[in-house]
């Protein structure tokens, strides 16, 4: 059985992506960034960016019958490894619990310059 997600981005069809999937018990949730309705939030803050990111996953999930203590693995993309603690902190507010396999790596840019963090998740129902 395979269920997705989509937002409603005018990227999503123009692009060919949808924000999650489920297939089986498995959630594959896209790499997701700090937009809302085609404006950044937290502009310069990647705390609030990160902040906003994970809850953004967390309504993915929940729209594919999981929550964030299904998460087994993010994958952070910044665009300033410098700024990993404030990144870190902010992902450990939601994981602290859960604690999922995590990568952090620092890439040249994401799709707007205004962006210093992308997400992605993957998820295991049980």
């Known amino acids: 059985m395979e269920n997705r997600f989509f937002t409603g981005s005018p990227w999503e069809p123009v692009v060919g992506y949808c924000r999650a ?3 089986g018990n498995r959630i594959e949730v896209a790499g997701t960034t700090a937009m809302r309705d085609g ?3 937290g502009t310069g803050n990647p705390y609030e960016q990160t902040k906003f990111i994970l809850q953004s996953i967390g309504k993915a999930l929940n729209e594919l019958g999981a929550n964030m203590s299904h ?3 993010t994958r952070m993309y910044v665009t300033d490894i410098s700024k990993w603690e404030e ?3 902010a992902h450990g507010e939601f994981f602290k619990n859960i604690q ?3 990568s ?3 890439v ?3 799709i707007d310059p205004r962006l210093m963090v992308e ?3 993957e998820a295991v129902v049980d």
């Open 71 to 73: 998460v087994v693995r």
């Open 39 to 41: 404006e950044v939030i």
């Open 100 to 102: 999922p396999v995590a």
């Open 87 to 89: 990144i870190g902190k």
């Open 119 to 121: 997400i992605e998740a």
């Open 21 to 23: 999937i489920r297939i």
């Open 104 to 106: 952090m790596v620092e």
């Open 108 to 110: 040249k840019a994401l």
